[in-house]
């Protein structure tokens, strides 16, 4: 949609909303529809080919407002988490469909994510303990509790592991290893963990580490939490948008091994902020973990289990009309679209990618998979600490650092959806002279 | 604002956002101002008339996009929140100014904010223990913990004890204290948990409980938290609104004692959803927390001590720009149009409390303090649920009962933003037309 496109269609939704409120005395002040009725209003999956945005709004009277308010938000979740789903094709068993045990939604953040699904892991293996121990109090079990992440998984895994106050380990990785989790050094801290008398509960596996993209090797790591019954959740928070395309999709194999899946549409598939994905594959274990049921809750169809009552699914007990912003892009794009989208800025890194490389004065520093560049001028930290600070300072571009093997790394990450060439190669006209002057300044 | 000025405002802001997307390369990527820069562009208050929308639409470019995106977002919301705190007139503590220790930021939901309280309560309360025996292990002193609330606290709040793995007593309420915790109850369970060898640390007040508006008595439970070092957390969810008229704040007398204190804008002070504000005493109790700090996270303010750094004062890394609801609001309310809008509210429960009143069929189950009325008709619990299945039905209006001393009691509350005298005649008259085909089929 262009700009000139964006005025119109915005303004006719102006007009929309104030019909709305308008006439809203004519509406039924509460839906009358059974547990399921959107799903069969609507296609199974995501339209391949765009489609117009007259298509999408004239559903709006016929799919929403039937249910409006509580059911049409439960239930667009619910089945654009399986849209998703199955454009990544997911297993089975993370669909939740009209049968399925599983399924989709949508929490705020990864950070809230990855909490949530370590609040179910702890919650099932407290439950899985007391079913072969009764007796044992609770507040033992969870003082031998242990997760395990990646030393470069994003802190908020830490930050989940304090808020649920159960000991978190980070897993060291390599170089040498592309910074990838190892089944072995799992396998090592688990047995080690095990005969110090604790219990290991939870793993958050990395797919597109923050400091530079790296994924951690869940084929060899699924098995391993499968047999000690070690609850596997996968953030994919950057990387996950791209397993839309095919030839990206296996970087996600070894989900069939996984508990819990998230990441970002809000990152880099054209939802708004916040649009964080999080498929389970029993939506039993979360619900476990924050129900609760006072009078002021309950209503005729709750124990149906026709549907995924997402009020359970995290803290909170209200919840936005999120799954509508997904239901607009995916329709307005189709799937195609969106796969162009990534692959787009996939090329614009490797366009990026390449510059540098054709420069002997730089060098990369880790895989160029995605979107994401890591690179940095050959020479010390301190170099690279200045031209960063140049670079920032100009305020035309503005790139994050990171540490990699104590080495201060630049990352150049392609995100923006106005993204072309032309912006490629300015930044890196902007980078090259900008490393020129800093050089130039070194003692010799 | 009408309809009218609706459809007009609402087109002006699509062509506003549409002209920053399309010159959006002329703006620098990274803003270049000082912490605190936002603080003297605006006034120090609420404005006490409406403004009109041109004034507040202006300030965008002279206020918010000079810092846009991150300092705008964290200095509009402490400063609005600073605001509005004055607007509540909150004890000085609470109010972050250039040099306060207190302050507030935006939480999701209720909920989001009592666990957050909670959380920052528990990591105090091991910090204390800890300073004092250094070797004690952690899991020991939280095995230990003990929080309190109300038995007609919210559900969130039990839930909040479970996520952060804490016990969670519930304060037996009577009746004929109007469902408020008393002082002399909560001294007495403090007392038998320490010498049973527990360790109260978290105390969370109710003013306007969810089942019947019932305000705990803060000014008799504060001192008690204060002398036993238990920190104690005001929810106002609801009730919180009402507090900017001057003959509702005596209902927060008590929040000098509080370390922390929300409400839900949302609900009741005409803020979209999502927007529930929350201030603390000490917002280093926040911060210690949840704080993290890897490299791609630093920056050259962050130890300034200058501003509240929003980001870590909850779960989630990424925040969302929504004290701009807030300025919009504020402005062009004015505190007296806010006021106008709670006291119109009251006046219309009042009014339906007195169509109960002069009934003789019904009853008033709890003191209307706000905009809730508790009633029912005099008899069983069984003729009171078949009245609220045939009101609900009809889904003219829509009631959520309760639980009061074994009573099923309806709960009428006032809440949209277009409710008139109309409104709750003609909600009376289906009331009592249904009461009465109830009644009839009652044997006799």
């Known amino acids: 949609m262009d700009a000139a496109e964006f005025r119109r269609r915005g303004k006719e939704m ?19 529809v059974e547990p399921g009725y959107l799903r069969s209003l609507i296609p199974e999956e995501a339209p391949e080919e765009p489609e117009t945005y007259e298509d999408v709004v004239k ?78 109090p609770e507040t033992d079990i969870t003082s031998k509790l242990v997760a395990y992440s990646s030393d470069q998984a994003h802190c908020s895994v830490e930050r989940a592991g304090m808020i649920a106050g159960v000991r978190m380990k980070k897993i060291p990785t390599e170089q040498s290893d592309k910074y990838a989790v190892q089944g072995e050094t799992l396998r090592r801290m688990i047995q080690e963990d095990k005969a110090a008398g604790l219990i ?15 994924f951690d090797h869940i084929t060899e790591l699924g098995p391993i939490c499968n047999a000690e019954k070690i609850w596997m959740h996968i953030d994919a928070a950057y990387a996950g948008s791209s397993f839309i395309c095919p030839e990206f999709r296996p970087l996600l194999n070894g989900i069939e091994f996984a508990d819990s899946f998230n990441f970002n549409p809000h990152k880099w598939l054209l939802v708004n902020f916040d649009c964080s994905t999080m498929w389970v594959r029993k939506r039993s274990d ?31 007990q209200s919840i936005r009309f999120r799954s509508l912003k997904m239901w607009f892009v995916f329709r307005m794009y189709g799937l195609k679209g969106l796969q162009d989208y990534i692959r787009k800025h996939v090329e614009l890194a490797k366009e990026f990618e390449s510059l540098v490389r054709a420069d002997q004065r730089f060098e990369i520093s880790a895989d160029v998979v995605l979107g994401l560049v890591c690179f940095r001028l050959k020479g010390s930290n301190e170099v690279n600490e200045t031209l960063l600070k140049r670079i920032n300072n100009g305020r035309k571009i503005h790139l994050v650092p990171c540490q990699l093997s104590g080495q201060f790394v630049l990352r150049f990450a392609v995100c923006a959806r106005t993204t072309e060439s032309r912006h490629i190669r ?17 003692p010799n």
Not at 89 to 98: N, S, V
Not at 287 to 315: N, V, W
Not at 426 to 442: D, Y
């Open 286 to 316: 979360l619900i476990g973990a924050f129900k609760m049921d006072p009078l002021y809750l309950k209503h005729d169809h709750q124990e149906s289990g026709r549907y995924f009552d997402i009020t359970f699914s995290c803290y909170s």
């Open 59 to 136: 559903d709006i009277e016929r799919v929403i407002m039937p249910g409006a308010a509580s059911p049409a938000c439960t239930e667009l979740e619910t089945v654009m988490m399986d849209w998703l789903g199955k454009m990544l094709k997911l297993p089975e068993d993370f669909i939740a469909g009209t049968h399925g045990q599983g399924g989709g939604v949508i929490q705020g953040t990864a950070s809230e994510a990855t909490l949530v699904a370590l609040l179910a892991a702890r919650s099932r293996a407290v439950r899985m303990i007391l079913a072969s121990d009764p007796q044992r």
């Open 426 to 442: 300015e930044a890196w006209r902007l980078i090259t002279q900008l490393a020129e002057e800093v050089m130039q300044e070194l």
């Open 200 to 214: 290991p509960f939870y793993f958050c596996a990395t797919l597109g580490t923050t400091p530079s993209c790296a």
């Open 14 to 32: 102006v007009d929309l909303i104030a019909d709305y409120l308008e006439n809203i005395e004519q509406r039924p002040v509460y839906p009358d």
